[in-house]
């Protein structure tokens, strides 16, 4: 699926009939007309917030941002898919409690299992292949798979509304990037054909790589662990890393997100934070503070003192899926 393109036909000389509306799928509410305004000043040369395109810089979070993390991440569902496939061919992998109930299908004990056995789902289902391969991979995986509740492919679970604020940012002379703390490799198998994208704009979490020759073929291999996680206090630093600027405009959902939000807006003139509030059960998900994905506690208490825009899924947008 591409992303939503907006272009305008060439007009006869002299007429002028109003553009269409580049958030169609949004509501017309105050949270609209604030992105509205300050994309407006932050691109009218005459403004005097008015900000050159080379720092017309934007970012989001990808889960719960962009597409979907209900009831579990992506990644992890394609973790534990490939986890099943290796072990039906292999059980010798499966060397620990947390890595058979995952191939039993037993979220309960791979919750118990925290962190440590989340990392050790990842590590066999993610490492000992190369960048190429797992990338190939992961698209094969994201051109089959379904979500369990919509039934839905996983790059349909992509929010309409976000899809029109990529693009009204990108002809805003905005440059936008993903900034996330999925795996790198992961997001590069379908972000720029889902988000439009490119993938050297894509910042995210990465494991261990080597440079190998395997069978005469000169690859990156990915490895087990966690060389950079791109989440929390890891965000402002991949974007320094990444970017190398501070971003003006930046959306996400959670609390992992918030010293993405707090960074861009601490810098010198204008930015807008906006952060994605989960709230229609019905369309969607409802959730936040309680949430074991996607919690939101302090970008709710403090979004209103920091000037920051809070999107209320259930009342902000007339639609969520794109058609």
């Known amino acids: 699926m ?9 007009l006869p000389f002299g007429s002028f009939p109003a553009l269409a509306d580049p958030l169609a799928s949004w509501n017309d509410t105050a949270t609209k007309a604030a992105i509205i305004d300050f994309v407006e000043r932050v691109s009218d040369p005459n403004s005097s917030d008015f900000v050159p395109e ?98 839905r492919p996983y790059n349909e ?43 050297n704009r894509i910042v995210g979490s990465v494991t261990p790589t080597s440079y190998e020759v395997v069978d005469g073929v000169p690859v990156v291999m990915k490895g087990p662990g966690i060389a950079f996680q791109d989440d929390k206090a890891g965000k402002p630093v991949g974007i320094d890393s990444h970017i190398g600027r501070r971003p003006i405009f930046v959306g996400g959902n959670s609390d992992g997100d918030f010293q993405m939000l707090e960074y861009a807006t601490a810098g010198d003139g204008p930015a807008l934070g906006v952060i994605v509030h989960h709230t229609d059960a019905d369309r969607e998900y409802a959730y936040d503070r309680d949430s074991h994905i996607g919690k939101l506690v302090r970008g709710l208490d403090e979004a209103d003192a920091r000037g920051w825009v809070i999107i209320d899924m259930k009342e902000d947008w007339a639609k969520v899926w794109p058609e």
């Open 2 to 10: 591409k992303r939503y393109v907006f272009a305008v036909a060439a």
């Open 54 to 151: 080379e720092a017309r810089i934007a970012t989001f979070d990808n889960d719960g941002t962009l597409w979907g993390e209900q009831p579990v991440y992506f990644q992890l569902i394609y973790a534990l898919d490939r986890l099943k496939e290796k072990a039906e061919a292999d059980p010798s992998i499966l060397t620990s409690d947390v890595l058979k109930a995952a191939a039993a299908g037993d979220m309960a004990a791979v919750a118990d299992g925290g962190e440590a056995g989340l990392m050790e789902i990842l590590n066999v289902s993610h490492s000992g292949l190369s960048v190429d391969a797992f990338q190939a991979d992961v698209a094969d995986w994201i051109a089959t798979a379904r979500h369990p509740d919509t039934n």
């Open 157 to 199: 679970m992509v929010y309409a509304p976000m899809l029109e604020l990529l693009d009204y940012l990108e002809a805003e002379g905005f440059q936008t990037w993903i900034v996330s703390g999925g795996g790198l490799h992961f997001m590069r198998a379908f972000a720029s054909e889902t988000y439009g994208i490119p993938i």
